[in-house]
């Protein structure tokens, strides 16, 4: 017959002890655990224990507010996330609007003229930090296939880009599949991308 092993639940058990715990359990000096270490141990064993900052990018990941900012045809696959279909509102992220107030995550998708360079950057400057931002398929990330003197080589010319969805255009899925990267990142604790490389000004 199978023996269930017991879970390891308590911070005792994986080598973190007081001095009490330290105390020899075995032999003629034995003295615990007592009564005190073991209701410690069910209190351990019932509690998530974290820090701080790692509880503030758990909640900023589960609350991002897009800003959606649709140039072009990719845009359209962006809508889609709404849908019941991907269902955005999964992730917290419901509140999807074409607005800076209150957003931190801008989602550019689609080519950027340069008659539209100065609208986005002023979005971006109007949201408050900390802020991210997704460029969205082949012409947000490079122009695409629009080398030419009218399209922004790529929106990361004035405003610093978190995660790049490749595609023309990527389906919703490569979208969502961005946006759980970026989640990743910020509870790895990695920084905003303009703390890394900063932007133009
Ligand atoms: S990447 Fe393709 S689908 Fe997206 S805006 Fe450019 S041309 Fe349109």
Redesign the pocket.
């Known amino acids: 017959m199978a023996i269930a092993r017991k879970k390891k639940t308590r911070l005792a058990d994986y080598g973190l002890q007081t001095e009490r715990l330290l105390w020899p359990t075995k032999g003629p000096n034995a003295k615990g655990p007592g009564v005190f270490e073991q209701e410690l141990g069910d209190l351990e064993s019932r509690l998530g224990l974290t820090t701080l900052e790692k509880a503030v990018a758990w909640a900023q990941s589960k609350s991002m507010w897009p800003d959606t900012f649709g140039?072009?045809?990719?845009?359209i696959?962006m809508m889609a996330i709404v849908s019941s279909r991907y269902d955005i509102a999964r992730f917290g992220m419901e509140a999807f609007r074409s607005s800076p107030r209150q957003a931190d995550l801008l989602i550019v998708?689609?080519?950027v003229a340069h008659k539209m360079a100065a609208p986005l950057r002023q979005i971006y400057d109007q949201m408050l930090e900390p802020k991210w931002v997704i460029a969205?398929?082949?012409?947000?990330s490079s122009a695409?296939?629009?080398n030419n003197y009218a399209v922004l080589q790529g929106v990361d010319k004035i405003v610093a880009v978190d995660i790049y969805v490749p595609?023309?255009?990527?389906r919703p899925e490569a979208l969502m599949e961005g946006i759980v990267r970026l989640h990743e990142k910020v509870q790895a604790g990695v920084p905003p991308a303009y703390e890394l490389r900063g932007v133009a000004s």
Do not use: K, N, W, Y
């Open positions: 140039l072009a045809c990719c845009a696959e998708s689609g080519r969205m398929g082949a012409c947000a695409g296939m629009f595609g023309c255009p990527p």
